[in-house]
C-alpha cells in the first residue's frame, strides 16, 4: 500500500500557515532519515545505506515538482508514526480556538499557536495522562486580520490594546509602493535595490 504525499496536503500555501509554499529543508531531512531507516535494509554498509536514502529523497522532490505529489511505502509512513503524530486543523477551527482561548484566558493567540493548541487538546484527550505543550510561535500583531476576524464580537477585544509598543502609530506612517513590471523580472527587482541602495549611499 503506498500513501500519497501532496502539495495539497501537506505544502499548501494557505492564508496564514506555510507562507511561501516550499519544501522545508526540516521535511526534507525527515524524508532522508525515513529513507535510510527503511530502504536500505538489504545492505549494513553505511555508505550504502546513506546514498540510497539520497537518491530515495531526490526521486520524492523531482515526483512533488514535477507531479504535484509523491507516494511513500507503508513502511516509510509506518516508521514515521513510530516518532510523530499529526493533526489537519482548517481555517474555521483555527479562528474558532483564538475565540475559545481569548474567553477562557484572556489570552491572544496567533493562527499558527492557534493550530498547535487545537492540536495539543486533541492530543490531550486521545491520550490522558500524558503532558502536551503548545508554545507559542508568532505575536497576533502579525496576523491583525484572522485575529480579528476571529475576535470582532468580543466586545473586550480592541486590537490596539495587544500591539508592541514599537508597532503603535504605524498604521498612520505613509506607505512608500515601487512598482516593478512582471516582464523586467529578477533582473527588473534587482536594478530597483541597486538604484535605491545607491541613492541611499550617496
Same mark, same amino acid.
Given at each position: 500500500?503506498?500513501?500519497?504525499?501532496?502539495? $495539497?496536503?501537506?505544502? !499548501?500555501? @494557505?492564508?496564514?500557515?506555510?507562507?511561501?509554499? !516550499?519544501?522545508?529543508?526540516? /521535511?526534507?531531512?525527515?524524508?532522508?532519515?525515513?529513507? @535510510?531507516?527503511?530502504?536500505? *535494509? &538489504?545492505?549494513?554498509? +553505511?555508505?550504502?545505506?546513506?546514498? &540510497? $536514502?539520497?537518491?530515495? +529523497? %531526490?526521486?520524492?522532490?523531482?515526483? *512533488?515538482?514535477? %507531479?504535484?505529489? /509523491? #507516494?511513500?511505502?507503508?513502511?516509510?509512513?509506518?516508521?514515521?508514526?513510530?516518532?510523530?503524530?499529526?493533526?489537519?486543523? &482548517?481555517?474555521?477551527?483555527? *479562528?474558532?480556538?483564538? #475565540?475559545?482561548? @481569548?474567553?477562557?484566558?484572556?489570552?491572544?493567540?496567533?493562527?499558527?499557536?492557534?493550530?498547535?493548541?487545537?492540536?495539543?487538546?486533541?492530543?490531550?484527550?486521545?491520550?490522558?495522562?500524558? @503532558?502536551? +505543550? $503548545?508554545?507559542?510561535? $508568532?505575536?497576533?500583531? %502579525? /496576523?491583525?486580520?484572522?485575529?480579528?476576524?476571529?475576535?470582532?464580537?468580543? %466586545?473586550?477585544?480592541?486590537?490596539?490594546?495587544?500591539?508592541?509598543?514599537? /508597532?503603535?502609530?504605524?498604521?498612520?506612517?505613509?506607505? #512608500?509602493?515601487?512598482?516593478?513590471?512582471?516582464?523586467?523580472? *529578477?533582473?527588473?527587482?534587482?536594478?530597483?535595490?541597486?538604484?535605491?541602495?545607491?541613492?541611499?549611499?550617496?
Amino acid at each position: 500500500m503506498d500513501i500519497l504525499v501532496s502539495k $495539497a496536503t501537506c505544502l !499548501k500555501d @494557505y492564508a496564514w500557515h506555510l507562507q511561501h509554499g !516550499k519544501v522545508s529543508s526540516n /521535511f526534507e531531512r525527515l524524508l532522508w532519515y525515513l529513507a @535510510y531507516d527503511t530502504q536500505g *535494509l &538489504s545492505t549494513a554498509n +553505511v555508505q550504502e545505506k546513506r546514498h &540510497s $536514502a539520497c537518491s530515495r +529523497v %531526490k526521486e520524492w522532490q523531482t515526483e *512533488l515538482r514535477s %507531479k504535484g505529489g /509523491f #507516494r511513500v511505502e507503508k513502511s516509510v509512513l509506518d516508521a514515521a508514526k513510530a516518532d510523530f503524530a499529526s493533526e489537519r486543523v &482548517s481555517d474555521a477551527e483555527t *479562528l474558532s480556538t483564538i #475565540r475559545d482561548i @481569548y474567553r477562557e484566558k484572556g489570552y491572544v493567540l496567533d493562527p499558527h499557536s492557534a493550530i498547535g493548541v487545537t492540536a495539543a487538546m486533541r492530543s490531550a484527550v486521545a491520550a490522558p495522562g500524558v @503532558y502536551n +505543550v $503548545a508554545l507559542a510561535t $508568532a505575536h497576533p500583531a %502579525k /496576523f491583525s486580520n484572522a485575529v480579528e476576524m476571529a475576535l470582532k464580537d468580543e %466586545k473586550a477585544f480592541d486590537f490596539k490594546d495587544i500591539l508592541p509598543e514599537q /508597532f503603535v502609530g504605524m498604521e498612520a506612517l505613509p506607505k #512608500r509602493i515601487r512598482y516593478v513590471k512582471k516582464s523586467e523580472g *529578477l533582473d527588473g527587482l534587482r536594478n530597483l535595490i541597486i538604484d535605491d541602495v545607491a541613492k541611499e549611499l550617496s
